[in-house]
C-alpha cells in the first residue's frame, strides 16, 4: 500500500442528500424561440435595411447556450429571406487551440456545421486592423467579418468569471475578444483584468462606430439554463440596453444556497461550460486578484472534462485536487494558447493529481482544516451550468431547508464503482 492510499484510506465521507434548487422558471419555451425571434427581428430597421445580395457574416461563440443552433439558423434563414447570403464566423477569441480548425470543430460540438445551419461557415485567426485606441494600440477585427457587408452578432449576456463593470459576457466583448481573434484577445487583456469592462466598452463602441454591425441578439438564461429572453437590438441601442441586460442577467445567475463550505466536488468542467471552467461566481476561486466572490470554498475537487471543451481544461489550476482521468483528457496546446493569450496563468496550472474520484473526495475532506471530519461540510455539484441538482452532507440540510430548496430522499453514502468513479444522478 503507497502512502496515498495508506493516508487516505481511512477518511470518512458524510453522507450525502440530493436536493434540488429552485431559481426564476420564466422562460420561451424552446418550440417558441424561432417564432419569438422573428417577431422581434422584423421589427429592427437593420433587419430591414438588409439588401438582396448583400454578404452578412453571423457570430457563432463557443459556450454551450441553449438552443443555440436554432437561433443561429433562424437568424440566417431570415437574412435569406431578405436575398441576402449570410455565412457564420467563428467569434471565440483564441479559444479551438486558437486555429481556424480548432473553431471550427467547437462549433461543430455545438450542433452549428454546414450542414445543419444551410450556409457557409468562414473560419480564419485572420484579422485585420480597423481603428486604435487612444494610447495607439490597434483594434482587430475577423477578417472574413470585417470583408462583409454586416455584422449579425449573437451571444449570451452573463455574469464574467474573471472580472465586474457595466459590460461583462454579451455582445460588447464579442465584438472586442471574440471577433478580435487570438490577436485581438491578446491585445486587449494584456491591460489585465482591472480596467477590462472599460477596455470592452472602448473596443465595443469603436466596432460599431467603423463596422457595419445590422443588429444584435442578447441571450438570457435563467437558472434552469432555459432561455429567458432575446433582446434584438439596432446596433446603436447595444451599448446602453447590454448594461441593463447585464443586470437582468444577475438575477437570473444560478448558484448554491449556502456563501460557505468546506468542501465542493465539480464532477465536470469545460469551456463549453465556463470561461474558467466552473463559474467562478459558483466556486468561489476567481483567476485574478481584483475580483473576490462572496462563495468561500476550502478545498475543490474536480474530476473529468467535458468531452465538447476539446482538451482544453483551463480552469483546473482554480482547483485544489484532480483525477488522473482528467489529466489524461488535458491538451496542454489548447490549454496553453488560451493562458497566454489571456494572460490568466492560474487556470492552467496542475493541481494535487490522484488516482480516482474516491481518491479526490477523501483528500479535499482530510485537508479541509477541520478537527472532526465528520463535521464536513460538502456539497457535490455535476457541473456550474446544472445548479438545480446538487448533494449536500445532511448537516446542511437545514440551511437549505430554510433556502426553500426541495429534500430528495434519504442520506445515502456516496457511491463510487470498483475503479472508484463517482456515480451520483444529477437528473
Known amino acids: 500500500m503507497d502512502f496515498i492510499e495508506k493516508t487516505l484510506k481511512s477518511i470518512p465521507l458524510p453522507k450525502v442528500i440530493k436536493i434540488h434548487q429552485y431559481f426564476g422558471v420564466s422562460h420561451i419555451e424552446d418550440e417558441q424561440i424561432s417564432e419569438d425571434i422573428r417577431k422581434n427581428v422584423l421589427n429592427l430597421s437593420g433587419y430591414r435595411n438588409i439588401k438582396a445580395g448583400q454578404r452578412i457574416a453571423v457570430t457563432g461563440g463557443s459556450r454551450g447556450i441553449h438552443c443555440i443552433q436554432v437561433i443561429i439558423k433562424t437568424v440566417c434563414d431570415m437574412i435569406k429571406e431578405k436575398g441576402a447570403s449570410p455565412f457564420i464566423v467563428p467569434a471565440m477569441g483564441s479559444h479551438g487551440g486558437a486555429t481556424q480548425e480548432g473553431q471550427l470543430h467547437m462549433l461543430a460540438l455545438l450542433g452549428i456545421t454546414e450542414e445543419t445551419m444551410g450556409v ?21 477585427m475577423d477578417k472574413f467579418a470585417h470583408e462583409a457587408d454586416g455584422i449579425v452578432l449573437i451571444n449570451r449576456i452573463k455574469a464574467h468569471t474573471s472580472f465586474k463593470g457595466e459590460y461583462e459576457s454579451g455582445l460588447m466583448k464579442m465584438m472586442a475578444i471574440g471577433l478580435g481573434k487570438q490577436q485581438g484577445a491578446q491585445n486587449y487583456h494584456q491591460t489585465g483584468f482591472e480596467n477590462f469592462s472599460h477596455i470592452i466598452e472602448s473596443v465595443g463602441k469603436k466596432v460599431i462606430e467603423l463596422e457595419n454591425i445590422v443588429f444584435g441578439l442578447g441571450i438570457i438564461e435563467n437558472g434552469y439554463s432555459q432561455i429567458s429572453k432575446i433582446a434584438c437590438m439596432n446596433a ?43 463559474d467562478s461566481n459558483i466556486s468561489g476561486r476567481f483567476n485574478n486578484e481584483y475580483f473576490a466572490g462572496d462563495i468561500h470554498v476550502t478545498r475543490l475537487g474536480i474530476l473529468e472534462l467535458s468531452p465538447n471543451s476539446c482538451g482544453n481544461a483551463n480552469g483546473l489550476g482554480l482547483g485544489d485536487f484532480i483525477t488522473k482521468k482528467i489529466f489524461k483528457q488535458m491538451d496542454l496546446e489548447q490549454m496553453y494558447a488560451n493562458a497566454l493569450t489571456t494572460t490568466a496563468v492560474s487556470t492552467v496550472k496542475i493541481p494535487m493529481i490522484l488516482p480516482d474520484d474516491s481518491s479526490v473526495f477523501k483528500a479535499a475532506v482530510k485537508t479541509s482544516c477541520i478537527g472532526d471530519f465528520k463535521k464536513v461540510r460538502i456539497c457535490i455539484i455535476e457541473n ?28 445515502i453514502e456516496i457511491p463510487f464503482d470498483a475503479d472508484g468513479n463517482l456515480l451520483l444522478d444529477f437528473n
Open 120 to 140: 457557409p461557415i468562414k473560419s480564419s485567426m485572420e484579422t485585420v486592423q480597423i481603428g486604435s485606441f487612444d494610447d495607439n494600440r490597434p483594434i482587430y
Open 384 to 411: 456550474s451550468k446544472n445548479m438545480a441538482t446538487i448533494y449536500i452532507s445532511e448537516n446542511m440540510v437545514e440551511e437549505a431547508q430554510a433556502a426553500s430548496c426541495e429534500i430528495c430522499g434519504n442520506a
Open 236 to 278: 446603436c441601442d447595444i451599448p446602453g440596453q447590454e448594461k441593463a441586460l447585464l443586470r437582468e442577467s444577475y438575477e437570473h445567475l444560478a448558484r448554491p444556497f449556502f456563501r460557505d463550505v468546506d468542501v465542493m466536488i465539480c464532477k465536470e468542467i469545460g469551456k463549453n461550460i465556463s470561461g474558467t471552467g466552473c
